[in-house]
Structure formats: C-alpha cells, structure tokens
C-alpha cells in the first residue's frame, strides 16, 4: 500500500453552511500547504487549498467517519505562500466568512477548471507575455522638494499617508516608489479605485517602465486574461500589478510595495460575500510581507487621517500643485437668492450660466455635476398625484428620455412611458426634478452653439466608449462636459477651469454619518479637477449651488481646507461615538417581509444576550434598511458598536457562528450577512 498523508484542505462552503474551516482530507501526495487541489465535498468535487498537515489525532477524530481522498491537484503551481495563506486566513476572521470561501474567490475562477496539462500551457503563455517595449529612455521630471520630501519619508518603512493637493503630483511620487522597488528586485501592487476611469494611468506606467512586464487585475478583464495576469504574478514574472479592490489578494512573492491610490474612495469595500476593505487588508498585508504600504489621497478617510495624528501612519504632506499652478477659488452661489421662477425651471442658476459663457468665450472648457442619471427622478401626474414608483422596490422609478423608459436603479425593472396616467388617464404627465439627461437638454438650450457631452454610467456603457468620450475632452473637442460623480475622480483635464456642483445639499441632512464626509471629498476632487494646467489656473473657479452656504463644510471647502474639515467632524464623531472612536459592524438581513427580516434580528441579539461575555458592546434595535424592499424582498438591519475593535471581535467571534443555527430556525429569512466596518448605515 503506497503511504498517505493526511492534509487540512480549505474549500468553498459558504458562511451560511456554517463550514469555515479547513476540512481533513487523506492524500497519496505529500500536497505541501498552498497547493491547489481537487477534493470530493458531499457528492461533487471542488477545487481547495491545502492548508496544511493535518495532525495524526484528525484522523481519530473522524474515526468512523472514513477520511476521503485528495482527488487531484495541480503538481505544477508554486504552492501559495504561507504570507498569502496569512493574509486570507486574517481576511475570514476579521470579516466573520468561511476561510474558503474567502481563498477560492481569491483566485481566477479558470485556475480551477485546470489540470496540469492545461495549466503548463497556461504558464507557458503567461511567460511569455510581453514586456512593455524598450524605447527610449523615460524622461523623468526634475522633482519638487515636497515630491522629494514624501519619496524620502516612504523610505523609513511602514504605513505613510501621502496627503497630496489634486494635481500636487501624487503619481509621479507613486512611479518613482515602484521604480525602487523594481530596483530592488521586488514587485509593486498598485491598487485603483476604477481602473477604467484612469486608462492614463497604465500609459503612464508602461511610458516609465519599459523592459518590464505589467499586468491589471480587475473586473473587466477577460476569464482568460485574468488567469494569465494572475499566473505572471503568482510566478513572479509581473513586476507590476495594477489593479483594482480584488487585486489585493494577489499572491506576489517578491511584494516590495503597496500603493493604495485615492484611499478615500468608497469602492475599496467590497459590497458582498466577504465585505472586506482593501486599503485595510493592503496595510496588514504591509505588515506581514514587509513591504512599504503608501495610502493616497487629496481627502484622506478620517479613520486614516485619524492613524495618522496618532503616528500610526506616517504623514508626508504635498500641499502645492505642480508648476505653481493655484487651486480653484471656490464660489458658493446662494439658491436662496435666485427668484423662485428661475430656480423652478432651471437647473442653472444666472450666476452659473455667466460663468460658463465666459468660459466658452475663452475657450476654456467647464465641467458641470450632477449626481443623478436619467432625465428626471420620477414622473408625476398634477391630476391626482400619480408618481412613477416601482412595483417591486420602495423607490421611484427613474425617467429616461432617450429611449422613452422608467428605470428602477435598484431591481433593473424597465418598462415604457405610460401614454396617460395609469391611475386617471390623464394625457399630461410631467418630469419631476432632473437628471444628468434633462441638464443637457437645458445646457444645450441656454448655450446655443456650445458643444455639450454627457457621460454617465449611461452613455459608458459599451466598451472602450468612456476611453472614447475622455479622450475627445482631452483633445479639446468638447466645451462643456455634463456628468455624475464618475468625472470627479482622478482625471488629469489640462483645459478644464470652471467646475459647478449642481445640488449637493442633500447629503448635508443625511442620516448616514459619512454622507458629509463623502461629499466633502467628491466636491475637493471635483474641485481639483479645475486649473490644473498652470498657465490657466489663476482665473479657475469651482460654482456651487447651495441653499446653505454657511454650513461649515462649505465653508472649509471654500478653504481647501481639508484639515479644518477633518478636525470638526472627528470632534463630532467623537462625541457622538462613532468611527474612528467606536467600532461598528452591521448584521443585515433579507426576508420577504419587514417583520420576518426584524424578526430574525430580534432573534439575534436575544443570543447575544445570552453570551457569556459582552465585552462592552451595544446592539441596536432592528431597524428598515435606507431602502427598506428591493425586488421585493424586504431589508432590515441592526447596528453593533463597540469601543474597541478586539473585544468586537471576540464578540464576533462567539457570536456569528451560532447565527447560522438561528437561521434554521427562521424559515421566512432569505439571506443574512454581517458587514464588518460598514461604509454606509
Ligand atoms: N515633478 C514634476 N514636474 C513636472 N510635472 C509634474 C511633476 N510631477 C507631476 N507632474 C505633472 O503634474 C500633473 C499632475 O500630477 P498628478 O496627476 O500626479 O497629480 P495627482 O496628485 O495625482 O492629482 P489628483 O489627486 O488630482 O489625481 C501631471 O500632468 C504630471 O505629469
Ligand atoms: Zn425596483
């Protein structure tokens, strides 16, 4: 008889089927740990990771139980690192999921259709990837002394925050770290919130590096080439990753560098399976692989500013623009003082429009927010008070001209413009309020001659389309550019000197606690995408259309000044006991109705009370999610909070694994999920 191993295998269970460790398996393989294998699971077989020898004791236990085989593996894949298994094995138990679940999502869904044949080939074509072409020598900028400062700080190791300006430089500071650590013979991960906003970006890098091999990691690549660019990483042949949230799990075995770019932005947590934060998860990876992490940003996330105040982080500051180039005054415009009339029937406010024709007279370019697609938010019948609400959710369907639509932005549901109103037949039914559609329409109007573009997730929805539509901004083809948040991010627009926020006030009265937080940073972004060409920059403006222009965040936007900013709201957060002083997590739930969903969280917290040990943390009553029924299944929610983020882990711990026993309990509930430092409440 040939001799067998026993070995802890990690496979895909997901949380709800209460399996989160790694399950014993029995090989004819010495399989070392971080090997990809195939092993039978109930009656299918599934692909895993080997986690490790299992103890001969594992085999008493299951004693009776027959330990089944190790059904195959891939012989010819380096087996993942143990820093990689650290990272993944950190990342279940701080976001409360299965170690598998977390591992296999980790790597390329194709890997695991593969045997060695195929992987050989696979490998073969990932070696053989290009490098970017040997030109001529990159012609490197002299670099400003901030530029230099924070390059110098990076050296000393650990987390630095590099709060930069818009258009201080921050990229080029990233380049010249990646050139370091290429230098030294090691890979640099370069993390993005959208890859696809930033198409400047990879140019940028493949100009600066050729003879190197770069690959992206996000979620527009193609099945295969998600495959080749990991396997080049894994292997080590990549000496750049750029990528998006999912490349932070990106085995890399030579890791010298993380940086994570625009820190702030939301998309860096993930909003399912586990809800993890790749800015947080790059920081212990930083710890565990000893590389340099550098956080990003103009707006910093409070809690990173909050690190860095207390030295956690190492601040490394850059608040000039480059070539001396002047931030854009910031005007507030007083809606109160527009007459009524206007401000019913236009989005734009006089003092608005002189601006942009001023601008189209000079020939400079303007770039005009407003965060809502569509044409109008909703329709209305003045008859009887008909509005254009979904079926399905508790939220308005949104009008869409251009093809003559109602959108829900919630289930999807689309449906035709009723002729007449569906509830009196009334022939006159009416927009109400206005989205990016419906302000182009009026630009165009108000601004005969100028040439207006749209872009919003509507008009990028074809491939290469967004590349198209920046690309013809940059080259001056457009004067005036209408869209949603998505033009506020990154955008290096040479011709732009004139930015206006529609109607941001909304979120100033929101219940979520970083709703201000969010639109301080989305208008600081918009802002610094005006003037960034220094011989243009003096005359550049950001207008804002505001009913509130004493509120203090308006006030310290017309500063630049994020750190007055900062200051106040951590003051506030402070007194209220919220993050960065207080810990939260979220436990959702979803079940066909708002009394089942609660129900099932009552249930819940009535199990933690039971707990042996609190620890110090408060459950809140079960409450309606923001909205509370999406194709028609019913959300609620309950809030966690503790002072201290071990006891709320211990807590976590003890308690989320006896939910899934709850569960079964609870027929009416379709899904639950816990979101550990949730973004949005
Ligand atoms: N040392 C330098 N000398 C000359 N030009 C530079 C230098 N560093 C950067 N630049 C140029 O300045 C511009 C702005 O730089 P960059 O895009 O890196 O700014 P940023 O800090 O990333 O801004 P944002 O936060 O707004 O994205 C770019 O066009 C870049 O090529
Ligand atoms: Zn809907």
């Known amino acids: 008889m040939s001799e067998s191993y026993l070995v802890h295998v990690a496979v895909e269970a997901p949380q709800h089927s209460a399996l989160s460790g790694p399950l014993t398996y029995r090989a004819t393989h010495p399989w070392p740990a971080g090997s990809v294998v195939q092993v039978p699971l109930g009656r299918r077989v599934v692909c895993g990771i080997v986690w490790g020898a299992a103890p001969e004791a594992a085999a008493e236990e299951g004693a009776g139980l027959a330990l089944r085989d190790v059904h ?85 190791g650990g987390v630095s925050l590099l709060h930069g300006s818009t258009g201080s430089g921050k990229t080029e500071v990233y380049l010249r770290l990646v050139a370091r650590t290429l230098a030294a013979g090691r890979q640099a991960l370069v993390l993005v919130p959208e890859i696809n906003l930033t198409p400047q970006l990879e140019e940028r890098f493949s100009a600066r590096f050729p003879g190197r091999r770069i690959v992206s990691l996000h979620s527009g690549l193609t099945p295969a080439q998600r495959l080749k660019h990991w396997l080049a990483a894994h292997l080590g042949w990549a000496d750049i990753v750029l990528g998006t949230r999912m490349a932070v799990l990106t085995p890399l075995p030579r890791l010298g560098l993380v940086v994570v770019d625009e820190e702030h932005d939301p998309s860096y947590k993930s909003q399912e399976g586990a809800r993890y934060s790749a800015r947080d998860l790059a920081v212990y990876r930083g710890k565990l692989e000893q590389a340099a992490v550098v956080l990003g940003s103009a707006t910093p996330s409070l809690e990173s500013w909050y690190h860095a105040q207390r030295g956690r982080y190492r601040r490394l500051a850059m608040p000039t623009r480059i070539g001396g180039a002047a931030l854009p005054t910031v005007r507030l415009i007083d809606m109160n003082h527009v007459p009524r009339e206007v401000a019913r029937t236009s989005a734009l406010s006089p003092a608005l429009l002189a601006a942009l024709g001023s601008r189209l007279e000079r020939g400079e370019q303007a770039l005009v927010l407003l965060n809502r697609r569509g044409y109008a938010p909703v329709l209305h019948c003045p008859d009887c008070g008909w509005k254009s609400g979904c ?256 006891a709320l882990q211990r807590f976590l711990a003890q308690w989320v694994p006896g939910l899934h026993a709850l569960r079964a309990e609870h027929k009416g509930v379709l899904r639950w999920a816990v979101d550990v430092d949730p973004l949005a409440i």
Request: net charge negative.
């Open 72 to 156: 195959s593996g891939l012989a010819g894949l380096p087996p993942l690192s143990d820093a990689w298994r650290a990272l993944v094995q950190f990342a279940a138990g701080y976001y409360q999921r299965g170690l598998g679940e977390v591992a296999l999502a980790a790597l390329p869904p194709e890997l695991r259709k593969l045997d060695d044949k195929q992987l050989a080939l696979r490998l073969r074509r990932a070696q053989s990837m290009s490098l970017v072409p040997q030109g001529g020598e990159p012609e490197l900028p002299p670099l400003t002394p901030e530029q230099q400062a924070a390059l110098d700080g990076v050296d000393h």
């Open 391 to 646: 079926a399905h959710c508790s939220a308005w369907r949104v009008f869409h001209r251009i093809d003559r639509t109602l959108r829900c932005h919630h289930c999807g549901a689309c449906e035709r413009v009723p002729r007449a109103c569906p509830d009196c037949g009334n022939l006159d039914i009416q927009p109400l309020g206005r989205g990016t559609e419906r302000l182009e329409e009026q630009l165009a109007a108000a601004l005969p001659g100028a040439r207006i573009a749209r872009i919003d997730a509507d008009t990028t929805r074809h491939k290469g389309s967004l590349e198209a539509q920046l690309s013809s901004v940059h080259a001056g083809e457009v004067d005036v550019l209408v869209g949603t948040q998505m033009l506020a991010k990154g955008h290096d627009f040479r011709r732009v000197t004139l930015v206006a926020a529609l109607n941001p006030d909304a979120a100033l009265f929101s219940s979520d606690f970083r709703a201000g937080e969010r639109l301080f940073a989305l208008l600081m972004q918009a802002a610094g995408r005006a003037g960034r060409e220094a011989a243009h920059s003096a005359g550049s403006e950001m207008l804002v259309q505001t009913w509130h222009p004493a509120h203090p965040l308006y006030q310290a936007l017309r500063a630049h000044d994020y750190a007055a900013f900062a200051a106040r709201t951590l003051e506030e957060r402070e007194m209220a006991g919220l993050p960065p002083y207080a810990h939260l997590a979220l436990v959702r739930a979803e079940a066909r109705t708002q009394e089942a969903a609660q129900a099932w969280l009552l249930a819940a917290s009535e199990q933690a009370e039971r707990l042996p040990e609190k620890g110090g943390v408060t459950l809140y009553p079960p409450v309606p999610s923001a909205i509370a029924r999406v194709a028609d299944v019913e959300r609620a929610q309950m809030l966690v909070e503790c002072e201290s983020r071990p």
